[in-house]
């Protein structure tokens, strides 16, 4: 009966009426927001407070000391902070390309050619989303690395392919990681095109390629910007395959944040970084809700 | 296999001995078609039957396994759908839901890489022709389903095709809907006259308001073609006789062969009916007849050359009554009497009168396991001549397991 008293909050929009025509209010249906109390209080207690002390903190100088503006005014005109945003986000950009390229490709043969064993290899695939992220890296490393498998079977010509420290293997890693995300809905948006569309378009004197183009893309250009915002988002939020990369030109914002923080002290700078990713990630995090509420209604459309 | 009906129009369709088969499934076998330039033949034939798969192998949506199909004179066996130049219209509509109507309409002329100016001009006198001019700027979502029937038309006709198939375009229809869609196929019909077309439905009505011919499908053969009336009015097989118009099939004995070879006195029982015959019979021969359920008349008992039966129920249905009587020699027939004239009552004792020209021999002997099959076939009569599609295809399959 736990779920009584948020099914009896429509009821309190529109009393009954006893038999004399007075009306008998549920006494609970007021209280319903009770139930809702205790989460938000936990909610504000471990997201909210915490990012008001960010908020707070990139305000203060590292002494607590009030420094108003100065503090955003330095940081803002610093050179590594934009430079940490375009690597941000030109990383993003590049492992969203490739997840887009291969999962899309990958969903587009499991759906469209059959074959003996798809359904195991899209539970393969589906399998990595449960990896810690920093794995794939690790991975990277034990087979490409200098000291990898790579390396030991072909000596020092191994060098010539090593990029498991550089903004390739971060792309490469984190497109390995992500794929899957592309992969899920995609493979869904396929599947729901129509076998009789296709057919109908075949008919027509389409051949496979202009069907792509102008009947499965187009059906699927909602769910094809959902997953792509997602990736964005998650790759611009990334931080764990970027550390166990170890990629020195690689400086990310969440790097960034993690070296101003814990290895130069500088919470005040961490901070201001802090609030522009956020403000980063809420933003990208709002197109992939609008792109994913436009993949549901054309889903619906149809 | 019944194919009297011959063409001197050039072939538009040919299928040559045409199987398909899925692993240890053979859905097609066997298929022999031929349907002329301007010519209507309708597939009919309860599901599972192969109707759909013989249209997908003639699309090319399905690879045949053995068989040839020619369009216009040419192979196109091995040939994809976009090689074959088609157009075929499926009861889904699958108008592609992100493009305006008009461009629904250009797919196929786009695709076969017609100039624009000329593109604008055909999709115009299609949507012109199915009546949708006024919709070419909406989206599919945005019309009806009668409406969106009428641009997948439009949108099929559009590259001129010489063959247009269609797979049961009306069923996805309420039925008021369904009517007045059928009206304008019939209309489309006459003003194509060249084009041939392969209607696949399971609904009787259909394939007899449109069909120049109908090939009655059954378990993935053709069991009998003919044109139109003439399988309705003269059914070779107890299969085609109860699915198409729900006929009662009875067992009787020649007793007399009349100077005419068409003319035949039966016995059924005690009583003597008079029939029509193709082929020369005997007396003594025991035969099956067909009888339509709405060829019979009820009169009051004691009439001559008439069945002698007794109603067992009887079921208003709006512009008739649907009557079961049990004849006196044994099985129950239906009867669709008219409103007019007095209710008949169940347990009244009647006499039922049919014309000699309403009674048909079918060219099927009565086999072992054919009088109980008779009977559970003219048992599902009533439901089929209702109208009932689930019906027809319950009829067809009980006759079949009587065959």
């Known amino acids: 009966m736990i779920l009584q008293p948020s099914v009896s909050v429509p009821v309190a929009r529109e009393p009954r009426r006893s038999r004399g025509g007075r009306s008998t209010r549920r006494p609970t249906a007021s209280l319903g927001w009770l139930w809702a109390a205790v989460p938000t209080a936990l909610l504000a207690l471990f997201v909210l407070v915490p990012l008001a002390e960010i908020v707070v903190q990139s305000f203060l100088t590292d002494d607590g000391a009030p420094a108003g503006l100065a503090q955003w005014a330095s940081a803002l005109a610093s050179r590594s902070l934009w430079t940490s945003l375009g690597t941000t986000l030109g990383v993003a950009a590049a492992s969203t390309a490739g997840c887009l390229v291969v999962g899309g490709f990958l969903a587009f043969v499991l759906v469209f050619v059959p074959f003996r064993g798809s359904a195991m290899v899209r539970r393969a695939i589906e399998t990595v989303v449960s990896f810690p992220s920093f794995l794939i890296p690790l991975a990277f490393v034990v087979l490409y690395g200098n000291a990898g498998v790579l390396h030991a079977l072909l000596g020092p010509a191994a060098g010539r392919f090593s990029f498991t420290n550089s903004v390739a293997g971060v792309v490469a890693a984190e497109i390995t990681f992500y794929t899957p995300f592309v992969v899920a809905p995609l493979t869904a948006a396929f599947a729901s095109v129509s076998r009789d569309q296709l057919d109908v378009a075949g008919s027509l004197g389409a051949g496979p390629l202009r069907i792509i183009r102008t009947v499965v893309l187009p059906e699927a250009a909602p769910a094809i910007g959902a997953a792509s915002m997602l990736t964005f988002l998650l790759t611009v939020n990334e931080f764990g395959i970027v550390l166990f990369t170890g990629a020195k030109d690689v400086q990310t914002l969440p790097m960034q944040i993690y070296t101003d923080s814990i290895v130069s002290f500088d919470f005040s700078r961490a901070a201001i970084l802090a609030i522009v990713q956020i403000v980063l990630s809420v933003g990208i995090y709002l197109l992939y809700r609008r792109a994913a509420a436009r993949w549901t209604t054309a889903k619906g459309s149809r | ?403």
């Open chain 2, 1 to 403: 296999m019944t194919t009297t009906m011959t063409d001197d129009r050039a072939a538009a369709v040919e299928l040559e001995r045409v199987s398909v088969a899925y692993r240890d499934t053979t859905a097609l076998r066997d298929v022999s078609l031929r349907i002329s330039a301007g010519e209507t033949v309708a597939l009919l034939g309860p599901s599972g039957s192969g109707k759909s798969t013989a249209l997908k192998a003639i699309a090319g949506f399905e690879a045949v396994s053995s068989g040839t199909i020619r369009l216009g004179g040419r192979d196109v066996t091995g040939l994809p759908p976009a090689e074959r130049g088609i157009g075929i219209v499926v009861q889904s509509y699958a108008l592609f839901p992100h493009q305006r109507v008009r461009d629904n309409v250009a797919f196929g002329l786009a695709a076969r890489r017609v100039p624009r100016r000329e593109r604008a001009e055909r999709v115009a006198a299609a949507l012109a022709m199915v009546g949708m001019s006024d919709f070419a700027d909406r989206y599919p979502g945005q019309l009806s389903g009668g409406q969106q029937q009428r641009v997948a038309i439009a949108r099929a006709l559009a590259p001129r095709p010489r063959v247009l198939l269609l797979d049961e375009p009306l069923s996805a229809l309420d039925a008021r809907l369904r009517e007045s869609m059928l009206e304008e196929l019939q209309r489309l019909r006459s003003e194509l006259p060249d084009v041939a077309m392969l209607y696949v439905t399971h609904d009787q009505s259909e394939a007899l308001a449109l069909a120049d011919r109908i090939a009655i499908m059954r378990d993935g053969v053709i069991v009998d073609i003919d044109a139109a009336e003439e399988l309705y009015t003269r059914p070779p097989s107890v299969f085609t006789a109860t699915f198409l118009g729900g006929a009662n099939i009875l067992q009787a004995t020649v007793v007399e062969a009349g100077s005419s070879s068409e003319c035949v006195e039966l016995t059924l029982g005690s009583d003597r009916l008079s029939g029509r015959s193709l082929s020369r019979r005997s007396p003594g021969d025991r035969v099956l007849v067909s009888v339509r359920p709405h060829a019979i008349a009820i009169a009051a008992p004691g009439a001559e050359h008439a069945l002698t039966a007794e109603i067992e129920s009887v079921v208003w249905r709006g512009s008739a009554h649907h009557v079961r009587a049990r004849l006196a020699s044994g099985p129950s027939v239906t009867v669709i009497a008219p409103l007019a004239g007095a209710r008949p009552r169940v347990g009244d004792a009647v006499s039922l009168l049919v014309r000699r020209e309403d009674v048909h021999l079918l060219d099927e002997k009565p086999g072992v396991g054919a009088t109980a099959g008779v009977a559970d076939a003219n048992a599902g009569a009533a439901d089929t001549n209702a109208g009932g599609v689930d019906a027809s295809a319950a009829v067809a399959s009980r006759a079949g397991a009587a065959a």
